[in-house]
């Protein structure tokens, strides 16, 4: 394979769908966000790194990309979303992330490098569902005005917020999984690789 095979092939593996708020909470699954993956057989094959491009994910939504076989999410984060995480640790299990679910460099109190992109695997730590973006602040299925947005994981009901966080009293017993990564620059990640 040439240059420009591979380079056309990471392409279309970078071209990421990009689920909008409204539309996810619209549809209310788990389904849409495993539809956007487009891995090509070449990075499943080498489970590579990836690079996703953080500045085409406007601000509020998600991106779904694959990364080893495994969806992860990245979040551009609203600042509203960020203030609003401090609120909620009284309602998490693990609020200061003292438990082995991310790099050195998450366990702080938004649990990222940079306070808007959130990255974590997109993969319920209760018996392996892919949750559910719910950004729909006061959702009255997912405990009305207590609601600020978050994860919700249609198999068992766990819930996490949009830090990756699980409350308590759901199944789920950790916080989502963050993967390792890095900037290349300002807009750039590269997830696999710190
Ligand atoms: S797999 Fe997510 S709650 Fe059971």
Not at 92 to 105: F, G, K, R
Not at 109 to 134: D, E, F, M, Q
Not at 169 to 178: C, F, T
Request: hydrophobic share 35%; proline share 7%; net charge neutral.
């Amino acid at each position: 394979m040439d240059n420009k095979e591979i380079n056309q092939g990471r392409r279309r593996f970078l071209s990421v769908a990009t689920a909008g708020a409204g539309a996810v909470a619209a549809a209310g699954v788990a389904t849409p966000l495993v539809a956007s993956w487009f891995p090509s057989e070449r990075a499943k094959a080498a489970g590579v790194s990836i690079e996703v491009d953080v500045s085409k994910i406007e601000s509020g939504q998600l991106t779904v990309v694959e990364w080893r076989g495994k969806p992860i999410f990245v979040l551009n984060r609203t600042e509203q979303q960020v203030k609003d995480l401090s609120s909620l640790d009284g309602q998490m299990v693990d609020p200061s992330s003292e438990l082995e679910q991310q790099p050195e460099y998450c366990k702080n109190p938004i649990r990222s490098i940079k306070p808007n992109v959130w990255v974590g695997i997109g993969i319920c730590t209760h018996l392996g569902c892919s949750p559910a973006y719910r950004p729909d602040v006061g959702a009255a299925d997912l405990g009305g005005s207590s609601w600020k947005g978050g994860f919700f994981c249609p198999c068992h009901g766990s819930k996490f917020d949009l830090a990756g966080r699980v409350y308590k009293g759901v199944p789920a017993p950790s916080n989502l999984v963050i993967p390792p990564y890095k900037y290349l620059n300002d807009n750039v990640i590269l997830v696999g690789e710190d």
